[in-house]
């Protein structure tokens, strides 16, 4: 008899109904990212591979995209900002994030798509979407804020760890290596956002009879190292956190959050760069950062 589990929304359903909508929910996933590129007619730019960790040059050999031109879909111009910045040497770019929460839907698509990209397993999220409620009944309302890794300019996480398995890159993002980390914590306790979390070693397989299921077996591309996650190896025993999708980056692709947002609420780019689109949201009255007053300077942006 299929065995029954509950949601987190409170509702029960059976193993065999869970999985088909596991399976129909991933194609849906899957066309939200592929959709926005096709109906767009827009090519993702592709370097000829990711350069090695200690190899001296930081800058990409990347196809040429058509000028921005007023009025030109959201994506092709961040992926043009992107092509340029990825000509410039690393120490003069600068990612950053800027989320219009006036257009975010609170529709978890990027969360999902996340997950997905990096095969996150239970336990772990890069990207959760926080939900506010303002009001009292009938006069409510709901404001949602997908929260990544800040990415700060001073981050408090890399301060504490005792090892030096967490640092800033010379382009703002902050990385962790999975070899190098102990599994203290610190740095999980230290960030002021929640931003990172412990891989305890879960696998979604124990929800399912005990059996690793297939996508679990798939390599991550994470930090271009495609780990395939097992017991007795990192990541498992380690912090993990939102690093921008490093390895879509650095094939001239926006990270996946980014090109998921059905509601174009996510934008991304080099704010070095005065011509990119994020450079230009910044610079708006409306932007705001989470926790400014705690002098971490995060690189993820909020329009309100």
Request: aromatic letters at 8%; hydrophobic letters at 35%; one cysteine or more.
């Amino acid at each position: 008899m299929p065995k029954e589990l509950e949601t987190e929304s409170g509702l029960f359903v059976t193993e065999t109904s869970r999985r088909s909508f596991l399976s129909k929910f991933a194609s849906g996933v899957f066309a939200s990212l592929v959709a926005p590129a096709v109906m767009g007619d827009i090519q993702p730019v592709h370097a000829a591979a990711p350069l090695p960790q200690d190899q001296t040059t930081d800058m990409f050999d990347v196809l040429d995209l058509p000028e921005a031109i007023e009025g030109e879909h959201i994506i092709k111009r961040m992926m043009e900002d992107l092509r340029r910045a990825l000509q410039k040497p690393m120490d003069q770019r600068k990612w950053a994030m800027v989320i219009d929460l006036r257009k975010c839907t609170g529709c978890n698509g990027c969360n999902v798509a996340c997950i997905t990209e990096n095969k996150l397993p239970p336990g772990i999220t890069y990207r959760p979407v926080l939900t506010e409620t303002h009001g009292t009944f009938p006069n409510v309302a709901r404001l949602f804020i997908p929260r990544p890794c800040m990415q700060c300019e001073d981050p408090p996480c890399v301060e504490v760890c005792p090892v030096n398995a967490t640092w800033k890159r010379e382009d703002g993002i902050v990385v962790i290596d999975y070899d190098q980390c102990i599994g203290c914590r610190y740095c999980i306790t230290a960030c002021p956002y929640s931003a990172r979390s412990f891989d305890s070693g879960y696998f979604y397989g124990d929800l399912e009879g005990g059996e690793r299921q297939p996508y679990e077996l798939l390599p991550s591309p994470e930090y271009g190292e495609d780990r395939v996650r097992a017991e007795g190896g990192s990541p498992i025993g380690n912090a993990r956190k939102c690093n921008f999708c490093i390895h879509r980056l650095e094939k001239g692709e926006l990270p996946a959050c980014t090109l998921s947002c059905m509601g174009r609420a996510t934008h991304f780019g080099d704010m070095n760069d005065p011509e990119s689109l994020v450079s230009e949201l910044i610079g708006q009255p409306n932007i705001m950062q989470l926790k400014s007053e705690l002098g971490t300077h995060p690189q993820v942006y909020y329009l309100v």
